[in-house]
């Protein structure tokens, strides 16, 4: 029996906290080196086939994809994890019995150790990061009322606040993008959706980029500014929650907090809180990133754009187009439970395997011309919003912003273009999009 496997049998667990130990200590040279791209760049032959730490993959990360797929589908990489770029071996991984649960590791890896309990709690009970039964418990709250019916209800309210913020830069002759309109309208939209005051949005805006800090290890934080963050944050939906059983409205927040299972099951507001962090976060990363990324996608392609002017009617079927041809979240990662067989590669159990959805959504064998944006593509079905039990739970909402937000943004600058030597690309492992993009119209 390998020593590992022996370790691991006599004591449980000790393997993944060896891993977050010997983590913990290449950290802080690995975020030097994440953001230092000539250091980065000198990685490059160390760790072919691909060096995730590249700065060419903040800009264009399809290339590196492409060669690191020349490999196979699975490739187990010199990091000792293994990386899994094919559309269908990606699906397999997000059906099959994997662990999303990081807590171990979280506590003995800094900055995520130096959080206060409260802090620390939130963030790692985040659906997301839960496994069953726990993460099926929820989940099956969640989904008697946020259904996609309830979804579609906000459209009024999508069109509305997005002519409000075209209307405030329609008479600039250059504004960003991303600050005036795409990290605007999906916080704004959580903000209604949550029911929260509208004084209050500006305040998410803020609360919510400090969040998001928290979801990319190589970003790093500073652990006191977090939990002043996670304070004030739980402050403000805790008051919300006592206000919906007081005063209850026609909004999602209400209806989470009143939500019962057949057997008398509720959530409880630790876990409403997680909810709302999780949907204010990651709603507004992604769905910035998809119009961010999209706008980008249509000044580059004309055709496509002159397309979606002249059919407005295909808005539905180009945002799946959207999210295939560069998804705004670019990998997540899972912990194997079991041997994973994927085609003639078996890949053990406690295993760490990134799953790079961008690249699966331009695996050639799943795709005719796939670094090709055809907005009338006959079946995009992009794995931007993952696949499986964790198929991300606002898909819905952030599918409905950008079918209203990017038709209305090309109709109104239907002549738009963009000035690339002052865009700027979010540096992040997990994440895409634009921070700033500057428009022309």
């Known amino acids: 029996m390998p020593l590992a496997e022996m370790i691991e049998r006599r004591w449980p667990g000790s ?12 950290l802080p040279a690995l975020r030097w080196i994440a953001g230092n791209d000539r250091a980065a760049g000198l990685l490059d032959r160390a760790l072919a086939p691909f060096n995730p730490l590249s700065p060419a993959r903040y800009v264009d990360p399809y290339p590196l994809y492409a060669e690191l797929r020349r490999h196979g589908p699975v490739v187990h990489h010199r990091l000792g994890i293994w990386f899994v770029t094919g559309h269908e071996e990606c699906e397999a991984v997000l059906r099959a019995p994997t662990s999303v649960d990081r ?18 709690q939130l963030l790692a009970s985040m659906l997301l990061m839960l496994d069953p039964p726990d993460h099926t418990r929820i989940r099956k709250l969640v989904s008697r009322v946020f259904t996609p019916r309830a979804v579609a209800r906000l459209e009024p309210q999508v069109e509305t606040i997005t002519a409000e913020l075209l209307d405030d830069v329609a008479d600039r002759s250059r504004f960003d993008a991303v600050e005036a309109f795409a990290a605007q309208l999906p916080i704004f939209m959580i903000g209604e959706l949550l029911g929260l005051p509208t004084e209050q949005w500006g305040r998410l ?24 963050t996670i304070a004030e944050t739980t402050a403000i939906f805790r008051s919300e929650f006592a206000r919906c059983r007081s005063e209850p409205r026609d909004d999602l927040l209400s209806a989470l907090v009143s939500v019962e299972a057949e057997d008398g099951d509720r959530l409880s507001d630790d876990e409403l809180l997680s909810l709302c962090v ?22 580059a392609n004309p055709a496509a754009r002159r397309q979606l002017l002249d059919a407005p ?27 994973l067989e ?4 078996v890949i053990p159990a406690g295993a760490t395997v990134g799953v790079f959805l961008g690249a699966a959504n331009r695996d050639p064998r799943r795709h005719d011309d796939p670094d090709v944006l055809r907005l009338d593509r006959p079946d995009p079905r992009p ?3 993952g696949h499986g039990i964790h198929h991300c739970v606002g898909a819905a909402l952030a599918r409905l912003e950008a079918k209203v937000a990017i038709p209305a943004f090309v109709e109104r600058f239907p002549d738009y273009r963009i000035d690339h030597t002052a865009i700027a690309w979010k540096r992040s492992m997990t994440l895409r999009g634009p ?3 500057p428009i022309i119209p």
Do not use: C, W
């Open 383 to 385: 794995l931007s919003f």
């Open 15 to 26: 393997r993944e906290r060896v891993q977050a130990k010997a983590v913990n200590r290449s």
């Open 435 to 437: 921070t700033t993009l």
């Open 103 to 120: 807590s171990e590791f979280m506590r003995d890896v800094t900055p995520y150790k130096h959080l206060d309990e409260a802090s620390f």
């Open 342 to 345: 994927l085609g003639d590669v």
């Open 205 to 228: 805006k803020h609360l919510s980029d400090e969040l998001a800090k928290s979801i990319d290890g190589l970003t790093g934080f500073d652990a006191a500014a977090m939990n002043r």
């Open 313 to 339: 009617g295909i808005a539905e079927r180009a945002v799946e187009e959207f999210l295939r041809y560069d998804s705004p979240v670019q990998t997540t990662d899972r912990i194997t439970t079991a041997p």
């Open 278 to 299: 999780l949907l204010m976060v990651a709603g507004h990363e992604t769905t910035t990133g998809l119009i961010g990324n999209a706008l980008v996608a249509l000044e």
